[in-house]
């Protein structure tokens, strides 16, 4: 059975940094494409960013190029999220999602969420 945990939400000032973890069980993070996904208040579920050991490809939406890192520990078949100059309008839940292929940005490509983990960015 797959399963994702997401951890590491919080409150944090803008400017400020978070590091989101997502523990993954009953798959094997080579053959899976992975990705951070979150949604605000009122919002759709949007991708954030995603990446794939096998393709050895990451993806990240503009909204947050140059400020997340996206990275996985497959030993530990655990992803990480760096958020680093975090904005009000980061705030949102984070999910943390898997397909079993290749790497997609959309929502609707991918099978397996977590739970969420909430980020909250005061101004």
């Known amino acids: 059975e797959v399963q994702l945990v997401e951890s590491g939400g919080g409150l944090v000032q803008a400017g400020g940094s978070l590091r989101l973890s997502c523990a993954a069980s009953?798959?094997?993070?080579?053959?899976?494409?992975i990705g951070w996904f979150r949604q605000a208040p009122g919002k759709e579920r949007e991708g954030v960013s995603c990446?794939?050991?096998?393709?050895?490809?990451?993806w990240y939406a503009d909204a947050v190029k140059g400020r997340f890192t996206i990275s996985s520990d497959n030993a530990k078949n655990t992803l990480y999220l760096q958020m680093n100059v975090l904005k009000p309008e980061d705030t949102a839940v984070y999910y943390c999602?898997?397909?079993?292929?290749?790497?997609?940005?959309?929502?609707?490509?991918?099978?397996?969420w977590g739970q969420g983990t909430q980020v909250t960015v005061s101004s």
């Open positions: 990446i794939s050991s096998s393709e050895g490809s990451t």
């Open positions: 009953g798959f094997t993070f080579d053959d899976y494409a």
């Open positions: 999602a898997a397909r079993d292929s290749p790497i997609a940005t959309t929502t609707e490509n991918y099978d397996y």
